[in-house]
């Protein structure tokens, strides 16, 4: 089956129709939902396979396009009767219900942090108070709601209105909470004045900042970073040299934190980035 052969099955129908049938496997997101979801999908490049009908599907193809995905292939779906002809041509593969699989990943190298912690028998849901993590530049949300499902307390902080309304809208559809704050980390006011257990910091680098995320993080607290790195340059973006962390920096700015990991890894379209973990001494 075609289908299979995708990063994801996106169903682009309305709830309703979706929860009368669809490929199992599938991701509900309805194409009034998808240009503002961007963030909800794996991250590109990826290759998707859509169900919808013949407009729908024709319009989220021009749009996924654009944004660097490959459409594999599609299934248009007219009705509920049209699927559930489907269902009699594609056996055990059309299936009823709200299921709905998630597309979007959060940072592997918090993942890495998340599940060292848990086999360190950590489990913030049970801890009281719950820990708190902040997540600077946080865009779309995706590191903000794996920590919020995680049992964490979240704020997220960003300065585009635009990307946190993304994120706002996954935090609900994925049942989180998370505080979302609308500001520009370089102007006062916009830092935190509390403390944070965890901050984390991905794809985000002003180094005149260094001295208050310092003052963010709490005593024994982690700090979680990931950002592009020299040699990124050959790729073609970034280039500013503002944005790129030269190897080894973030150990010599955190020397005093004692630090668990420091490498240089590379994202899914080859651009090399510095993955740093480090917790602050007590």
């Known amino acids: 089956m075609i289908f299979s052969q995708a990063d994801g099955i996106l169903d682009l129908r309305v709830q309703n129709h979706y929860q009368a049938g669809h490929l199992k496997n599938s991701t509900s997101l309805p194409w009034a939902l998808l240009p503002d979801s961007l963030n909800e999908l794996p991250a590109s490049p990826a290759t998707l396979f859509l169900v919808g009908d ?3 599907i024709e319009a989220a193809t021009m749009l996924l396009d654009a944004k660097g995905y490959e459409v594999n292939g599609s299934l248009v779906i007219d009705g509920d009767e049209a699927m559930q002809q489907w269902a009699q041509t594609l056996h055990n593969q059309v ?3 709200c299921d709905s ?3 979007w990943s959060p940072t ?5 942090w998340v599940n060292t912690l848990t086999e360190q028998g950590m489990d913030p849901k049970a801890l009281k108070p719950r820990p708190m993590a902040l997540d600077l ?3 779309g949300g995706r590191d903000a709601v794996f920590l919020a499902q995680k049992g964490w307390q979240v ?3 960003d300065q585009e209105s635009r990307v946190l309304k993304r994120a706002k809208q996954l935090a609900t559809r994925s049942k989180t909470s998370v505080k979302f704050k609308c500001c520009d980390l370089k102007q006062q006011g916009c830092f935190p004045e509390k403390q944070f257990d965890l901050v984390v910091v991905v794809r985000y680098l002003n180094r005149a900042l260094f001295d208050q995320l310092d003052q963010a993080i709490a005593p024994g607290g982690t700090l979680v970073y990931q950002t592009f790195v020299t040699g990124v340059e050959a790729f073609g973006s970034p280039k500013n040299p503002n944005v790129i962390l030269e190897e080894g920096e973030l150990s010599k700015v955190f020397s005093s934190y004692q630090i668990f990991v420091d490498r240089i890894d590379k994202l899914k379209d080859g651009r090399p980035v510095s993955s740093f973990i480090a917790q602050k001494p007590l």
Do not use: F, N, Q, S
């Open 108 to 112: 592997p190298l918090l993942v890495e």
């Open 137 to 139: 530049g946080c865009g």
């Open 155 to 157: 704020m997220g902080i």
């Open 101 to 103: 699989k998630r597309l």
């Open 95 to 97: 299936v009823t219900g």
């Open 54 to 56: 013949k407009d729908e």
